[in-house]
């Protein structure tokens, strides 16, 4: 039983990398610079994101899509923080979103007016690192609240991110948490791994975060323009 | 395909709970009081249980089995509070403990010698709810850094759970929390819910959890010694 478990996993995950493809070959059409934000739940994505909204909105076209449990709690705070659409996907009670969810919320969206595109996956550490959804790259939130050895203690999540933001950094004053080790085991995990060090709440660390995707969207726009004319 | 999925779920549900009874008549068997600890990761679980360890290990015999996706640090740190042998269980994956894993983990350990039982289990608030492992109740770890939301976000855990501890009540003056949001929230979704307070890191509330652990325990110890005699 064991094996045809592993059988059926098999096959529904090939079938989603092949529509996270499809979602992928889109988004480079026009330009969308896209990440895919994983962490455990309470780590702050939503604050930041918010944040982010907040500080870029006028600067760029953002689209938003969220994946819950159950609620659309997240995508009711983002939508306080954009005029755009925010795409809620509720996944009753799956741990992750997959790629077909996001192709279906893609199909709302105007791709071709929009910059940069975030999908704020289900808060869980394990789920959604198998996952492939099209994105550009993943971000892992973790916060210092959490525990330093978190990167040993749930290594894929850390391994298939590309970026890892360290975040409510307004607390280290209060927690047993120290920095160095956490990037330390990080990089253990990831060599390649680039953090941010941020807090959403107070603000502190966000702007490098800005720049950071001011940046990768400022190339993805060269890029375009290059390969249009 | 989906279908398939299903069926194949559901068998290994069945598996798990037929386990999951005969796990329950050996803790029954021998007077065991058995939680379960669930939450997200960084919620303070394997804290809170080493200072249990630490507080409680001269009174009564406790073991304890804990699950981690790769590695075993929790393991690790909670057998430096006890001479009791710690189970580890490494779940190459798997986002939740099963019952197999918890039988097979109890064959190590002399439940004749033991009063207390704590399965730590992963750090994830979504897939340990499903999984039923022969405990007493489960207790579901929430920390203040976390937002007073998930109780609605991840309502099967809460509804799952006898029992809610709040952790690190000490950072209350440093985060945007209000507890009685939080348990308002939680009861909600589970009117029953007996919540503890505590922050495992100063100590503060930490009483009360050891003396609820002491009146459970010498209720069991009460009913096997009138069943005995």
Redesign the interface.
């Known amino acids: 039983?064991a094996i045809?478990?592993i059988e059926?996993r098999e096959?529904?995950m090939e079938?989603n990398d092949v529509i996270a493809r499809s979602v992928r070959r889109r988004l480079d059409e026009f330009g969308v610079f896209t990440l895919n934000l994983v962490s455990?739940?309470?780590s702050g994505k939503t604050l930041l994101l918010e944040r982010t909204l907040d500080a870029l909105g006028s600067e760029f076209r953002i689209a938003t899509v969220t994946g819950?449990?159950?609620?659309q709690?997240?995508a009711d705070r983002l939508a306080r923080h954009t005029s755009r659409l925010v795409q809620a996907v509720i996944t009753q009670?799956?741990?992750h979103l997959d790629a077909k969810q996001v192709e279906t919320a893609l199909e709302a969206i105007d791709l071709e007016f929009t910059d940069l595109l975030f999908i704020e996956n289900?808060?869980?550490?394990?789920?959604p690192a198998a996952w492939n959804l099209g994105e550009d790259a993943k971000v892992v939130v973790m916060?210092v609240?959490?525990?330093e050895?978190?990167p040993?203690?749930?290594?894929?999540m850390f391994t298939e991110s590309r970026y890892a933001i360290l975040n409510?950094i307004?607390?280290l004053p209060?927690?047993?948490f120290n920095v160095e080790k956490a990037i330390g085991f990080a990089r253990d995990v990831n060599p390649s791994l680039e953090f941010f060090l941020t807090s959403a709440?107070t603000g502190e660390g966000m702007e490098d975060w800005y720049d950071f995707l001011r940046d990768r969207v400022a190339k993805l726009r060269g890029a375009a323009w290059s390969w249009r004319s």
């Open positions: 039983m045809r478990k059926v096959r529904l079938r455990s739940p309470g819950d449990v159950q609620t709690n997240d009670g799956a741990c289900v808060g869980n550490l394990v789920c916060s609240t959490e525990g050895d978190k040993l203690k749930y290594p894929k409510k307004d607390l209060y927690v047993p709440y």
